[in-house]
């Protein structure tokens, strides 16, 4: 079977790129899905994009479109919590027929197990951006019916990857812990920031706003960031913006405190060029790549200890509403020069560090 994936991979050029959704709501995910595409094409790459329907498409599908990247959307069939498709099961061969490689993200998902078997039945390799599901906090939640999928698909699937994708360290031990032995190699590198959408929005006039931007999950630390701004002793005419979907979490109403839909694209950029400080008050995540839009931006960030960017320094702080007080407090005090030299260092690496063009090469076959 290698050797047949090898002899595949030497003679086809075709990238497809198959996950259960890219979605407008679909988070970090569908953005490093649509980007890594999109990169790739515009590197010469011929590349094909492969997810199911159920909502409205992430607005870097239509550049991947422009680009050149096949693009091919499934309908979703019952039962839907799988993310089930009759028509990929049917059709998934046509679109590898000619693959020099497969890239299957996240886990759980009937696409990600279906792609990855037919992979294996054709001989073509494929890697595996699990993309945070093997955090042991994650995988908690929904314990049984995780264990059960792990037990029956992912934990196969994953062991006979070509290669693992992981964003940070972290994430590669999540995945040294859970395969052992059995762990293939593993690729750490980060996700990027879509340059062209953030440098086509020109500079903001910054406003006295702590911005927040993500998914209102409990485990995004909603809670700690809204007890902290309680704490804090926060100077008058600043105020608290948070925006995202709404996944599970109450919002109560607090003073100096405004709640907005979730923001993409230029509305997103805006925002964050406006805001004077991004805080990620996370339990967990595997990468935060708001966090490396907002240095792009050359926002300050505050990000808690649940997200590996211990880059940040000082700023990279324990996971604890108090301690999240104390950082807010002291940036905010701080003067915008001030606040500028604590993070240029960081404000300059990033369009260097995160460049999507850089990041897909390094994600070649």
């Known amino acids: 079977m290698q050797e ?16 259960a959704g890219c979605w407008a709501n679909g988070g970090g995910l ?41 693009v091919r959307i499934f309908k979703r069939s019952r039962p839907h ?16 027929a000619d693959a020099a490689h497969l890239y299957l993200y996240s886990c759980w998902t009937f696409p990600i197990w279906w792609g990855a078997f037919r992979a294996r039945r054709l001989g073509l390799s494929y890697s595996v951006a699990p993309q945070g599901c093997l955090d042991p906090v994650r995988r908690a939640y929904g314990k049984v019916r995780k264990r059960l999928a792990w037990w029956c698909f992912d934990r196969f699937l994953l062991t006979h990857a070509a290669w693992l994708h992981a964003t940070a360290e972290n994430e590669a031990g999540w995945m040294r812990a859970a395969l052992k032995t059995r762990c293939p190699p ?54 608290l913006v948070i925006a995202g979907p709404q996944e599970g979490v109450s919002l109560p109403a607090l003073p100096y405190v405004r709640y907005l839909p ?16 991004f805080i990620l008050p996370t339990r967990t995540e595997n990468f935060g790549i708001v966090v490396a839009e907002a240095l792009w931006c050359r926002t300050p960030v ?24 104390n950082a807010m407090e002291h940036l905010i005090n701080l003067s915008p020069e001030a606040r500028e030299k604590d993070f240029r260092a960081l404000f300059d690496a990033a369009p260097k560090t995160y460049n999507w063009l850089a990041i897909a090469d390094k994600l070649l076959p």
């Not at 991979?9 to 497809?16: F, N």
């Not at 750490?188 to 020109?202: I, K, L, M, Q, Y």
């Not at 808690?304 to 108090?322: C, D, F, H, K, M």
């Open 4 to 19: 047949a994936s090898q002899k595949r991979s030497s003679t086809a050029g075709r990238l497809v790129h198959l996950v």
């Open 30 to 70: 569908s953005e490093l899905v649509a980007a890594t595409a999109l990169a790739q094409a515009q590197l010469g790459k011929a590349v094909t994009l492969l997810f199911l329907d159920g909502a409205a498409e992430h607005p870097l599908v239509a550049a991947c479109r422009a680009a050149g990247v096949h």
């Open 81 to 96: 919590a799988l993310y089930f498709s009759w028509e990929m099961m049917g059709q998934l061969d046509a679109f590898l």
């Open 186 to 239: 593993i690729r750490v590198v980060p996700n990027g920031v879509e340059c062209s959408v953030f440098d086509a929005v020109p500079a903001q006039q910054r406003a006295k706003m702590v911005l927040y931007l993500g998914r209102l999950h409990p485990l995004k630390g909603l809670d700690l960031l809204l007890d902290a701004w309680q704490r804090a002793r926060i100077p008058e005419g600043w105020e």
């Open 262 to 277: 979730p923001q993409y694209g230029k509305d997103k950029v805006r925002l964050l060029k406006q805001a004077s400080l």
């Open 302 to 325: 505050i990000c808690t200890q649940g997200a590996p960017w211990e880059v940040l320094g000082r700023y990279w702080v324990e996971i604890s509403a108090e301690v999240i007080a």
